[in-house]
């Protein structure tokens, strides 16, 4: 039985809230004693969590820093985007597809994005981590995009449409952070796609 929307929202929202206390807490430690001085455990004690439901949320004390959660879409999801749906339209379905994105990894907030470029300045070993982790997330999106030219011939390769997703995906994020976090980052998809357009076709 499928949650009613208004649950969802309300389940989104509590993730989110411990999400970003997971980031809080670890960021402040680390500024405070240093990555090597700080371990998981510290880490959910300050966030007021167990060990074993930080690991729900990140892989590791590394991701907790710098705000980067693991982010998985629905299997629905995979499967009708990958059988050219679920419009069947590609610029309608990359919506679709980048909201999904979304719902289910929001990035740190303009107050934690902030710091990680601190913490990176102090610890710029972070740096290949944070590559790490999005050439691993490109790699399932770019996998998606082979698929779904399988079933419908794309209009760019695999690759060039995995990097438009991961641009229009940080781009919403941007605009969400722009007007204080207001609403859902979601909404800001269609703006930032217009944007995208009219840049392309200027």
Request: charged share 25%; glycine share 8%; net charge negative.
């Amino acid at each position: 039985m499928t949650p009613p929307a208004g649950d969802l929202g309300l389940r989104e929202r509590k993730k989110r809230a411990r999400t970003d206390a997971i980031v809080d807490a670890a960021q402040r430690l680390v500024l405070e004693r240093g990555l090597d001085a700080v371990t998981v455990e510290e880490i959910a004690e300050a966030a007021q969590i167990s060990p074993r439901t930080f690991f729900n949320y990140f892989e590791s004390k590394d991701d907790a820093v710098l705000g980067q959660g693991s982010f998985e879409l629905s299997a629905n999801t995979r499967e009708a985007f990958a059988a050219g749906g679920p419009t069947g339209r590609l610029a309608a379905d990359l919506e679709v597809l980048v909201r999904s994105l979304l719902s289910a990894f929001a990035g740190p907030g303009k107050h934690q994005g902030e710091q990680v470029m601190e913490i990176l300045q102090l610890e710029p070993r972070l740096l290949g981590r944070h590559f790490a982790w999005f050439e691993r997330h490109k790699t399932q999106v770019v996998a998606l995009f082979e698929r779904r030219h399988e079933a419908a011939s794309l209009p760019a390769d695999p690759e060039m449409c995995a990097m438009v997703v991961f641009v229009v995906t940080r781009a919403a994020m941007d605009d969400w952070a722009r007007t204080g976090h207001e609403g859902d980052v979601g909404d800001h998809v269609p703006h930032v796609v217009g944007q995208l357009a009219a840049v392309l076709t200027s």
